[in-house]
């Protein structure tokens, strides 16, 4: 019931604000609506305004507005009735018919930004104090004498209180040599570090330069959740419980433990957990598993089924600083959406990538019962998706409007009625089988049974 609500909130939200779009800036421009209905097919309820009718429809994966003098979407019921020349559509300036098309999509990256602004606001986000965990032999930071649990509260002479703001230092410097004043046993002192180069793989594979300092944010050993099913759920290890050692050996942080258990998959693993007062000893053997490496190449660990639990703290942000960091947030993850999809149309990325409502539904069960913060954040990315889809240059989407418009622009005149009518017609097949695939990829990634739990 959960993953049905939360499907059914999000993909409401997310088609209202974009058909209100379109709404407001066609009402702004002087052009009439005849419909603004949430969803297709048969209608469920209506209500007669003045001059629009509003409508609620059986089919919820979409919705339009049907403006007075626009007749060339058969989904969208036109006529080709006479209506007043003032209000139609299709006589108004091309700016504003551009704005219009426009504006539906551009309401979902409106959203996006303010849900992530009123996150930040209301919730804030995740921190982690600016505390060395892990510190790798022979790096940067272990040469100048730093060492795991030395606190940072100063980079070149400027306060810290958290690892991302170090991170940020260390990138901005681009190599430079950086004093830091650390806090630890010894008492305070101030270390130069010089940052090496190295490459990291993203999130698609791809090569990028940072700079490293060798160290890692400690994360204690932990356990936060306990996947059912794994090998750490079988052995009886819940969530609070705390890693002490592996095999006889101590265990410091989360990074040791993963990694431990990462090069034993399919070794039986002594654990020892310390559960409140008690130690308890549980044997493991993780399960194997294909990841990729730091080099990007398929490799086989071993896995039990949990996660950290949550070290972090939520730092607000203040209204005007909120929607800054709304605003940046949303740029980014519309540049790693645009990204992706276009590796997927290059056959640089696989297809099996693409999900359909079956996914978007357990993905919006999952962060529902994760919090109100992780289904708001999963709403805004969602938002970015959405509005970058309708942008595609595919007839039947706001995006093939807007090709329309921009060749309407170079020729001087629109399009001939019939090549419309044909454009729209290939579109809408192009998008039945999209969204078959889809489907189709739903199923074979899931248990569909789990979806009705």
């Given at each position: 019931m959960t993953t049905i609500l939360a499907f059914v909130v999000v993909i409401g939200l997310l088609i209202l604000i974009h058909e209100l779009g379109h709404f407001i800036v066609a009402r702004l421009c002087g052009v009439g609506v005849e419909r603004f209905s949430l969803g297709f097919g048969p209608v469920l309820w209506r209500f007669k305004g003045k001059e629009t009718e509003y409508c609620l429809s059986a089919i919820p994966m979409g919705g339009y507005v049907k403006m007075m003098g626009d007749d060339e979407n058969p989904l969208e019921g036109g006529k080709g009735e006479m209506v007043d020349p003032a209000k139609s559509f299709h006589l108004k300036p091309l700016l504003a018919r551009f704005a219009i098309v426009f504006a539906g999509p551009g309401m979902n990256f409106v959203l996006a930004?303010?849900?992530?602004?009123?996150?930040?606001?209301?919730?804030?986000?995740?921190?982690?104090?600016?505390?060395?965990?892990?510190?790798?032999?022979?790096?940067?930071?272990?040469?100048?004498?730093?060492?795991?649990?030395?606190?940072?509260?100063?980079?070149?002479?400027?306060?810290?209180?958290?690892?991302?703001?170090?991170?940020?230092?260390?990138?901005?410097?681009?190599?430079?040599?950086?004093?830091?004043?650390?806090?630890?046993?010894?008492?305070?002192?101030?270390?130069?570090?010089?940052?090496?180069?190295?490459?990291?793989?993203?999130?698609?594979?791809?090569?990028?330069?940072?700079?490293?300092?060798?160290?890692?944010?400690?994360?204690?050993?932990?356990?936060?959740?306990?996947?059912?099913?794994?090998?750490?759920?079988?052995?009886?290890?819940?969530?609070?419980?705390?890693?002490?050692?592996?095999?006889?050996?101590?265990?410091?942080?989360?990074?040791?433990?993963?990694?431990?258990?990462?090069?034993?998959?399919?070794?039986?693993?002594?654990?020892?957990?310390?559960?409140?007062?008690?130690?308890?000893?549980?044997?493991?053997?993780?399960?194997?598993?294909?990841?990729r490496g730091p080099d990007g190449k398929e490799v086989e660990v071993g896995r039990i089924g949990i996660s950290p639990a949550p070290t972090g703290i939520y730092v607000r942000s203040n209204p005007a600083m909120a929607v800054l960091e709304g605003v940046s947030r949303t740029v980014e993850v519309t540049a790693l959406t645009a990204v992706g999809l276009y590796k997927i149309v290059v056959g640089q990325l696989s297809s099996s990538n693409i999900g359909g409502p079956i996914q978007i539904a357990q993905a919006a069960g999952e962060q529902a019962r994760q919090g109100m913060s992780s289904l708001a954040f999963f709403t805004a990315v969602i938002s970015v998706n959405l509005a970058l889809l309708n942008l595609l240059p595919v007839p039947m989407l706001d995006g093939g409007h807007l090709l329309f418009f921009v060749c309407e622009a170079i020729l001087g005149r629109p399009l001939s009625l019939r090549k419309r009518e044909v454009a729209q017609q290939v579109g809408f097949v192009l998008l039945m089988l999209l969204m078959v695939y889809a489907v189709y990829n739903d199923l074979a990634r899931i248990e569909v049974f789990k979806f009705f739990r």
């Amino acid at each position: 019931m959960t993953t049905i609500l939360a499907f059914v909130v999000v993909i409401g939200l997310l088609i209202l604000i974009h058909e209100l779009g379109h709404f407001i800036v066609a009402r702004l421009c002087g052009v009439g609506v005849e419909r603004f209905s949430l969803g297709f097919g048969p209608v469920l309820w209506r209500f007669k305004g003045k001059e629009t009718e509003y409508c609620l429809s059986a089919i919820p994966m979409g919705g339009y507005v049907k403006m007075m003098g626009d007749d060339e979407n058969p989904l969208e019921g036109g006529k080709g009735e006479m209506v007043d020349p003032a209000k139609s559509f299709h006589l108004k300036p091309l700016l504003a018919r551009f704005a219009i098309v426009f504006a539906g999509p551009g309401m979902n990256f409106v959203l996006a930004a303010v849900i992530f602004a009123l996150v930040f606001m209301v919730v804030g986000r995740p921190v982690f104090p600016a505390v060395l965990g892990r510190v790798t032999e022979g790096g940067p930071a272990a040469r100048a004498g730093v060492g795991p649990g030395d606190r940072v509260v100063a980079v070149d002479g400027r306060p810290v209180q958290y690892w991302d703001e170090v991170l940020r230092a260390v990138q901005e410097g681009r190599g430079r040599p950086l004093g830091l004043t650390v806090s630890g046993p010894g008492g305070q002192r101030t270390v130069t570090v010089t940052p090496s180069r190295t490459t990291v793989r993203d999130v698609f594979g791809d090569e990028r330069e940072m700079w490293d300092l060798g160290v890692r944010p400690f994360t204690p050993a932990t356990i936060g959740d306990v996947i059912a099913g794994y090998p750490a759920a079988k052995a009886g290890l819940r969530g609070g419980d705390a890693v002490i050692a592996l095999g006889g050996k101590p265990v410091s942080s989360w990074e040791d433990l993963a990694e431990a258990i990462h090069k034993r998959a399919g070794q039986p693993t002594r654990l020892e957990v310390r559960r409140g007062q008690e130690i308890l000893t549980v044997t493991v053997v993780p399960t194997p598993v294909k990841d990729r490496g730091p080099d990007g190449k398929e490799v086989e660990v071993g896995r039990i089924g949990i996660s950290p639990a949550p070290t972090g703290i939520y730092v607000r942000s203040n209204p005007a600083m909120a929607v800054l960091e709304g605003v940046s947030r949303t740029v980014e993850v519309t540049a790693l959406t645009a990204v992706g999809l276009y590796k997927i149309v290059v056959g640089q990325l696989s297809s099996s990538n693409i999900g359909g409502p079956i996914q978007i539904a357990q993905a919006a069960g999952e962060q529902a019962r994760q919090g109100m913060s992780s289904l708001a954040f999963f709403t805004a990315v969602i938002s970015v998706n959405l509005a970058l889809l309708n942008l595609l240059p595919v007839p039947m989407l706001d995006g093939g409007h807007l090709l329309f418009f921009v060749c309407e622009a170079i020729l001087g005149r629109p399009l001939s009625l019939r090549k419309r009518e044909v454009a729209q017609q290939v579109g809408f097949v192009l998008l039945m089988l999209l969204m078959v695939y889809a489907v189709y990829n739903d199923l074979a990634r899931i248990e569909v049974f789990k979806f009705f739990r």
